[in-house]
């Protein structure tokens, strides 16, 4: 309503790893901070988001160029619901919800490839959530999700001699409906969503290439259809340092 707002900052640590020439595992760890003011007062929370593990497999390695070939990896990934959901919040406005509150795990594929000063992404992964219980106004519920889906398909421009970037992509996520089993059955509808994204990258000229930087601005409102969600338009700084190992 008038008056009612909501800011979320999240600061995302992520790290990946190389096993071998052809095999990366990362992980993924948020600290989610959220602010609502309505007109009766605001609240405020802050805490670890859910935790994401990977594992990449190479399964098209770019050791040599190829006109149409792109660099092709395979992936398992797997959220672990740590942090409280909307299912499990206690403070005012739910405020400390900071997940969604079901595990799962996925399989998904990557494709990268360059041309020129050009270059091209697309992504497509599939998810499976487990079922839970929660403790909803004094009643149990069980509560059982389904399956759900992310893809992505964006390019970038790298002029001067490549270590600025300006890129744009597009992204869907869609989540299915949640069956709720207690003293009242009922199903939720399902999300849909559509990620619009432009981004500014930066590789510094400083120890030997290995800090870049980028700067994304995200919109959930330019594409459709949406529904079951709320929109939002995010501003996001990643900073990057690889090491060799």
């Known amino acids: 309503g008038e008056g009612d707002q909501e800011l979320t900052q999240t600061l995302r640590l992520d790290g990946a790893y190389r096993l071998f020439d052809r095999y990366q595992l990362a992980l993924g760890v ?50 672990l619901a740590v942090s409280p959901s909307t299912y499990d919040a206690k403070e005012t406005y739910q405020i400390d919800a900071r997940g969604r509150g079901f595990y799962s795990i996925g399989l998904g594929t990557a494709f990268f490839k360059t041309a020129g000063n ?16 929660a403790a909803i106004a004094s009643q149990q519920l069980r509560l059982t999700p389904g399956f759900g889906a992310t893809g992505s398909l964006g390019g ?64 959930q409102t330019l594409l459709g259809p949406t529904h079951g969600v709320t929109l939002s338009r995010i501003v996001s700084l990643a900073v990057q340092k690889r090491w060799a190992l």
């Open 156 to 219: 970038g421009f790298s002029p001067w001699g490549g270590r600025f970037r300006i890129g744009l992509s597009v992204a869907p996520v869609w989540e299915g409906p949640i069956r709720s089993q207690g003293l009242v059955d009922s199903t939720s509808s399902d999300q849909l969503v559509w990620n619009t994204s432009a981004q500014l990258g930066y590789q510094l000229p400083i120890q030997e290439d290995t800090w870049s930087t980028s700067l994304t601005y995200t919109d």
């Open 30 to 79: 948020p600290v989610v901070r959220r602010i609502r003011s309505v007109a009766e007062g605001s609240a405020s929370a802050t805490g670890i988001g859910d935790i994401t593990l990977s594992a990449a497999y190479e399964m098209l390695p770019e050791w040599n160029y190829s006109v149409w070939r792109p660099h092709g990896f395979i992936f398992l990934t797997s959220t």
């Open 118 to 133: 050009w270059d091209f992404i697309a992504t497509a992964e599939a998810h499976r959530s487990f079922a839970r219980t």
